[in-house]
């Protein structure tokens, strides 16, 4: 349930996104003067360190016996994993705030799904993990 309100906050994201650019057309952003362009690069780069995040401290999570029980290894994990992916798509939501172009939004939100579609907690991806741990 996490998960899919996790998913589902992007369409709220896409509101403001659409409701902001709408009654403030032509709306360029809040500081339309900011280095965008770099900030763009940078955060670009904030994903691609949080999609590699959410593997390796996922795994880190999972394999810490001593944490607790399998399940809620797994629990954490998962939502660890979720809200490194929801972050991409904050990325975006910034980007657009700053400069005004809702592609920024756009292209970071699809990124977000993307890792959402590869680190939702399923089954399988637990069982996996079981398996791995030998819990």
């Known amino acids: 349930m996490i998960g899919t309100m996790l998913v ?3 369409g ?3 509101f403001v996104v659409e409701t902001i650019r709408t009654l403030r057309a032509p ?3 809040y500081a339309p003067a ?3 362009g770099a900030f763009r690069l940078v955060l670009a780069g904030m994903a691609l360190v949080s999609l590699i995040a ?3 401290m996922s795994w880190n999570i999972v394999a810490r016996h001593a944490a607790g029980p ?3 290894r797994f629990f954490t994990a998962s939502i ?9 798509a904050i990325y975006g939501l910034v980007l657009f705030l700053l400069g005004g172009q809702r592609t920024d939004f756009y292209g970071f939100a699809a990124l977000a799904l993307l890792a959402f579609a590869w680190r939702f907690p399923r089954r ?4 996996e993990w079981a398996r791995r741990v030998g819990a």
């Open 34 to 36: 900011a280095p965008v």
């Open 124 to 127: 399988s991806l637990w069982e």
């Open 54 to 56: 959410a593997r390796i």
């Open 8 to 10: 589902l906050s992007l």
């Open 70 to 72: 399998a399940a809620q």
């Open 12 to 14: 709220s994201y896409a």
């Open 27 to 29: 709306f360029v952003g």
């Open 80 to 88: 660890v994993a979720m809200a490194l992916c929801e972050s991409i």
